[in-house]
Nanobody, 122 residues
Framework: VQLQASGGGLVQAGGSLRLSCAAS????????MGWFRQAPGKEREFVAA????????YYGKSVKGRFTISRDNAENTVYLQMNSLKPEDTAVYYC????????????????WGQGTLVTVSS
């Protein structure tokens, strides 16, 4: 599966952005999906994940309550709604797909998108 992330940009603190990740292929609905982010000089960080059916979601501690992951299997797309953005949310955001159950570890994911930059100004 090929993944294309989009929706990043520059936003002021307290603002919102919605990221999208469009997937190619007919089997999107069988993949768990995840969002990760990486700030300069830091390790890749788990943001959120969603099961193949969309029925189960989980979040990293730093974004819980502010970000929402969702998916539209008919449109082969996963979304990340980001509210109440903070300067520390600044990073390149990556979407990833896993043929198994996903999770919070980047090593579990088989496919990665190219990343989209989110910059939050104070």
């Amino acid at each position: 599966v090929q993944l294309q992330a989009s929706g990043g940009g520059l936003v002021q603190a307290g603002g919102s952005l919605r990221l999208s990740c469009a997937a190619s292929g007919r089997t999107f609905s069988s993949y768990a999906m995840g969002w990760f982010r990486q700030a300069p000089g830091k390790e890749r960080e788990f943001v959120a994940a969603i099961s193949a059916s969309g029925g189960v979601t989980y979040y990293g501690k730093s974004v819980k309550g502010r970000f929402t992951i969702s998916r539209d299997n008919a449109e082969n797309t996963v979304y990340l709604q980001m509210n109440s953005l903070k300067p520390e949310d600044t990073a390149v955001y990556y979407c990833a797909a896993d043929q198994a159950v996903g999770g919070s570890s980047p090593s579990k994911y088989d496919y990665w998108g190219q990343g989209t930059l989110v910059t939050v100004s104070s």
